[in-house]
C-alpha cells in the first residue's frame, strides 16, 4: 500500500518562494509518474506539474516560468519548487501517483498574502 505525505506548505508573502515535498512509503516509486495539483476554495482541483519516471516534465499555463517539478527517487521523494508567488496561487496542493489506481496525498497548506 502506498502512502504519499505532503509538506512544506505555508504563508508566504506575494513574491516569494517555497519548496513542497512528498515523500512515498510502501510499493515502487522510480518506475511511475509523479504530479502535483491543487485545489482553491470553491473550485476544483486543478493540474500543477507533473514529472515522468524518466524525468520529463510538463506545467500548467499558470505556473510555466515559476514553479519547478524534481524527484528524487532515492528519497523516494518528488518536489515542487514555487518561486514568483501570487496570491492566486493560494490553494490546498496535493501529489498524485500515476498508476492505477492513482494515490493521492492529504495535501498541504499553501497561502500566499500579505
Known amino acids: 500500500q502506498v502512502q504519499l505525505v505532503e509538506s512544506g506548505g505555508g504563508l508566504v508573502q506575494p513574491g516569494g518562494s517555497l519548496r513542497l515535498s512528498c515523500s512515498a512509503s510502501g510499493g515502487v516509486f522510480s518506475i511511475y509518474g509523479m504530479d502535483w495539483y491543487r485545489q482553491a476554495p470553491g473550485k476544483q482541483r486543478e493540474y500543477v506539474a507533473a514529472?515522468?519516471?524518466?524525468?520529463?516534465?510538463n506545467y500548467a499555463d499558470s505556473v510555466k516560468g515559476r514553479f519547478t517539478i524534481s524527484r528524487d527517487n532515492a528519497k523516494r521523494t518528488v518536489y515542487l519548487h514555487m518561486n514568483s508567488l501570487k496570491v492566486e496561487d493560494t490553494a490546498v496542493y496535493y501529489c498524485?501517483?500515476?498508476?492505477?489506481?492513482?494515490?493521492w496525498g492529504r495535501g498541504t497548506q499553501v497561502t500566499v498574502s500579505s
Open positions: 514529472i515522468s519516471s524518466g524525468g520529463s516534465t
Open positions: 498524485k501517483m500515476d498508476r492505477i489506481p492513482a494515490y
